[in-house]
């Protein structure tokens, strides 16, 4: 079994990651073409959003554990670099998980 630490390892070569929701104890697979909002409602979580774009907020996300990739414009430079939340329509993941508070 590995010990590895997912959330503390490099993204996948083909650009995929894990994302886990801590709250729930799930675990999905985001593919590089797909947003984290997609892989989610397709799998049936609710999860609020509007604009899907990174602009308004709507889904903006607490991060447990991993690094996001920040493509927003909703959140202040200083906010992005404290890696604690994200938004999920368009920032992707700078480590091979990612752990939210979902």
């Keep these: 079994m590995s010990t590895e630490d997912l959330t503390q390892t490099p993204l996948a070569a083909d650009g995929s990651f894990e994302v886990h929701l801590a709250q729930r104890g799930e675990t999905y697979r985001v593919p590089a073409d797909q947003s984290i909002l997609k892989v989610l409602s397709d799998a049936g979580v609710d999860v609020p959003f509007a604009c899907e774009q990174g602009v308004c907020g709507t889904c903006l996300t607490k991060v447990?554990?991993?690094?996001?990739?920040?493509?927003?414009?909703?959140?202040?430079?200083?906010?992005?670099?404290?890696?604690?939340?994200?938004?999920?329509?368009?920032?992707?993941?700078?480590t091979a998980r990612l752990v939210l508070d979902l």
């Design 64 to 94: 447990v554990a991993g690094k996001p990739d920040h493509w927003d414009m909703f959140l202040t430079s200083e906010e992005q670099e404290a890696n604690d939340q994200m938004l999920i329509c368009c920032s992707r993941s700078q």
